[in-house]
Each structure stands twice: as C-alpha cells, then as structure tokens.
C-alpha cells in the first residue's frame, strides 16, 4: 500500500522554523507531484505548497511566498517544507499529498495523503 508519514512538527515560537519530512513508501517517488496542504482548527483545509516530479516547478500560497520552500530528495523518497519566520497564523494540521500528474494546488486532485503533523507558532 502507498504510505506517507509526516514528521517534523512541533512547538516553536514566533520567528522561528520548523523543517517538515513526508516519507513516501509504495509508490514510484520520481513520479510524483508532492503538495503540503493544513488545516487550523475551524478552517478549511488550504494549499501551502507543491513541487514537480522534477523538483524545479514549484508554487506557493501567497501567505508563505517568501518564508517556506518545498522541495524534495527523489533518492531518498522524502519531500519537505521548510518553514522560516513562522507566525501564530501559520499554526496548523500540516498534510502532505501525492498524485501522479501535473502540479496542482486543488487539493480532489491529490489521492495519497499523510496522516498529517501538528505545528503550533507560539506568539
């Protein structure tokens, strides 16, 4: 079965940065489109991020252009999400996502997920 596990979450305080891992087992990595999705409580789950196949297309959330990077290690079938200067609004369920074809940030698109990872940003 295809599996992904999130870690990296955690408690930090405001300005600070946390490093997401989403290990991907069962699946051809290479091929895959990787998105980061999360989820505040009483919100609606939102697109953070996601990254090509090749590693070289990415897109972003307006909210975190300029404070978070996706990338990914296709070697070691991981993605990541760095996340920088991180503000309490960023607190959330973090989700990593797998489908396989184009880049996407419609989250019906994505048919493998994560069981999600908490990140709480302390003012």
């Known amino acids: 079965q295809v599996q992904l596990v999130e870690s990296g979450g955690g408690l930090v305080q405001a300005g600070g940065s946390l490093r997401l891992s989403c290990a991907a087992s069962?699946?051809?990595?290479?091929?895959?489109?990787m998105g980061w999705f999360r989820q505040a409580p009483g919100k609606e789950r939102e697109f953070v991020a996601a990254?090509?196949?090749?590693?070289?297309?990415?897109a972003y959330a307006d909210s975190v252009k300029g404070r978070f990077t996706i990338s990914r290690d296709n070697a070691k079938n991981t993605a990541y999400l760095q996340m920088n200067t991180l503000k309490p609004e960023d607190t959330a369920v973090y989700y990593c996502a797998a489908r396989f074809g184009e880049l996407t940030g419609r989250e019906t698109e994505y048919v493998y997920w994560g069981q999600g990872t908490q990140v709480t940003v302390s003012s």
């Open positions: 069962g699946l051809t990595f290479s091929s895959y489109t």
């Open positions: 990254n090509r196949w090749s590693g070289g297309i990415r």
